[in-house]
Each structure stands twice: as structure tokens, then as C-alpha cells.
Nanobody, 127 residues
């Protein structure tokens, strides 16, 4: 059983930065793509960013491209989401997830391609 634990959320003002972390259990972390998703109140869960197992390929939602950066440290079994220039529209519960299957060259955007999820961490942005 894989466990994913997010941390780093909080209440921040618009325009500032925040870094989320997701610590994963297991010995095969580097073989799997990882993703970040978010769900705002009253909205569907949406894709934010994803990264390949090696960290060499990243993909982003258009709404966060240029402001957010996903990265990973395979030695620490941890994936990060650096969020800069936060906007009120970024307020949501953020979830990390592990992709289904190993060795994906292109990290997936669809939540259906992820099988393990963390409990989420709340990000609140005040304007």
C-alpha cells in the first residue's frame, strides 16, 4: 500500500509564494509519474501539474503555467509544487497522486490515470 502525505498548505496573501510537499512511501517512487490536482469549493477536481519518474518531463495546466513549478527528489521520495504569484483563483485543496503504471514517458493529465491519492492540503489565498 502506497501512502502519500501532503504538507505546506496554509493561508497566504495574493502575490506571495508557497511550496507544497508530498512524501511517498515505498521503494519504487522513481518509477512512477506523480501529479498535483486541486479542488476548489463547488468545482470539479482539476489537473495542476505532473512530472515523470525521472523528473525530466513536466506538464502544467494553462492556468498555472509560468507561475507553478513541479519537481521531485527521488532520494527523498518527495514531490514538490512551488507556487508563485498566488491568485485568489488558486485557493483549493491540493492533492498529490501517483500515476498508474511505471515508466510513463509523458506524465498524464487525467485523474483517471492516477491510482493513489493523498489526503490533501488546504491553500487559502486572501486578496
Amino acid at each position: 500500500q502506497v501512502q502519500l502525505v501532503e504538507s505546506g498548505g496554509g493561508l497566504v496573501q495574493a502575490g506571495v509564494s508557497l511550496r507544497l510537499s508530498c512524501a511517498a512511501s515505498g521503494r519504487t517512487f522513481s518509477r512512477y509519474a506523480m501529479g498535483w490536482f486541486r479542488r476548489a469549493p463547488g468545482k470539479e477536481r482539476e489537473f495542476v501539474a505532473a512530472i515523470s519518474g525521472s523528473g525530466g518531463v513536466t506538464v502544467y495546466a494553462d492556468s498555472v503555467k509560468g507561475r507553478f513549478t513541479i519537481s521531485r527528489d527521488n532520494a527523498k521520495n518527495t514531490v514538490y509544487l512551488q507556487m508563485n504569484s498566488l491568485e485568489s483563483e488558486d485557493a483549493a485543496v491540493y492533492y498529490c497522486a501517483r500515476a498508474v503504471g511505471v515508466g510513463m514517458l509523458l506524465p498524464p493529465r487525467s485523474s483517471n490515470s492516477y491510482d493513489y491519492w493523498g489526503q490533501g492540503t488546504q491553500v487559502t489565498v486572501s486578496s
